[in-house]
């Protein structure tokens, strides 16, 4: 299989529960790599910038509690 299609024409002849399985697996896959990614950004310093700007909100008194955001949304 070398093409997006195929594997899509693969996936459609699996049974649900094969399905249901792949759709994790590939769900987990994708959580590794993100983390893999926010990793890279971190020990990079692309995120310094971001962390930063937290960090002063936070020290500044210009956050909200998370229940409280919840509760509003």
């Known amino acids: 299989m070398n093409t997006r299609l195929e594997v899509e024409s693969a996936i459609e002849q699996l049974p649900e529960a094969e399905v249901r399985e792949l ?3 590939l769900q987990e896959y ?3 790599r993100w983390d893999r990614q ?3 950004d971190l020990a ?3 995120l310094d910038r971001l962390i ?3 960090e002063a909100d936070i020290a500044n008194g210009n956050v909200r ?3 409280e955001v919840l ?3």
């Open 71 to 73: 509760r509003n949304g």
């Open 23 to 25: 759709a994790k697996w």
């Open 30 to 32: 994708l959580d590794e």
């Open 38 to 40: 926010i990793e890279a």
């Open 65 to 67: 509690d998370l229940d």
């Open 52 to 54: 930063a700007r937290a």
């Open 44 to 46: 990079s310093g692309k």
